[in-house]
């Protein structure tokens, strides 16, 4: 069967399996607004956290800590501890992290490029329909 046809027979059946599909997986890994950004960060290779706050600017310890963990537990970024004084800890891309970043995350940012004024004017148009700014 072909790729396109697989992708709609999967769409079909979340429509049927909301609670176990596969794309809304997916699509909840961009529900917190950190953590494609982190992601993003960490192509380059490993960092610290700190070089981490530094890359990103504008995000708290706390809203790195909850990405981190997150992303943790999906099983897109490592934690790598070094003993050493004082105490290291790396974090990476994991090979499906890496997927991720290469992959969906590229062609968002590629689609953002082309169309992110539209988009903008888009979410812009209300506000002025309404007299608000």
Do not use: N
Not at 48 to 61: C, Q, T
Not at 85 to 90: M, T
């Amino acid at each position: 069967m072909s790729e396109g046809g697989r992708d709609c027979e999967e769409l079909v059946a979340c429509e049927e399996l909301v609670a176990d599909c596969r794309l809304r997986a997916a699509t909840d890994l961009f529900a917190h607004t950190w953590d494609p950004v982190v992601l993003v960060a960490l192509r380059p290779g490993p960092r610290r956290r700190r070089e981490l706050r530094v890359a990103i600017g504008g995000l708290s310890d706390k809203a790195l800590t909850e990405a981190l963990h997150r992303l943790g537990a999906q099983g897109l970024v490592s934690r790598h501890a070094v003993a050493q004084a004082p105490p290291r800890v790396d974090y990476a891309l994991t090979p499906l992290g890496q997927s991720l970043v290469d992959g969906p995350i590229r062609a968002l940012g590629d689609w953002i490029t082309d169309h992110g004024d539209e988009l903008l004017a888009a979410q812009d148009a209300p506000a002025k329909r309404s007299g608000t700014s």
